[in-house]
Nanobody, 122 residues
Framework: VQLVESGGDLVQPGGSLRLSCATSGFAFDAYAIGWFRQAPGKQREPVSCISSPGRTEYVNSVKGRFTISRDYAKNTVYLQMNSLKPEDTAIYYC?????????????????WGQGTQVTVSS
């Protein structure tokens, strides 16, 4: 399993970013893909997940602001982040798991990318 995140940047509050997670080395269609984040001094936490057929889940703090999607032709998952807040500042990681029927959530992630830094600040 190989995962490469990109798209992180410094953005002002209220701004938008789109993160990408390019994947390889596994059967993309059969895996659930998730985004997690880790802020300084805090534990890594789940943000969003998309199942193998495309059903989505979000943590309450990002509902209505973030949208996860997957491109089966490119084996890539995206996280569109709008109305960003300073509390969204973190390193964002993607993970992939062959869960039962490719469902979310991913409860025991083991494979991670290198992460991409998102900083929301004026």
């Amino acid at each position: 399993v190989q995962l490469v995140e990109s798209g992180g940047d410094l953005v002002q509050p209220g701004g938008s970013l789109r993160l990408s997670c390019a994947t390889s080395g596994f059967a993309f269609d059969a895996y659930a893909i998730g985004w997690f984040r880790q802020a300084p001094g805090k534990q890594r936490e789940p943000v969003s997940c998309i199942s193998s057929p495309g059903r989505t889940e979000y943590v309450n703090s990002v509902k209505g602001r973030f949208t996860i999607s997957r491109d089966y032709a490119k084996n890539t998952v995206y996280l569109q982040m709008n109305s960003l807040k300073p509390e969204d500042t973190a390193i964002y990681y993607c993970t992939a798991a062959r869960t039962f029927e490719g469902r979310c959530p991913i409860t025991d992630p083991t494979d991670w990318g290198q992460g991409t830094q998102v900083t929301v600040s004026s």
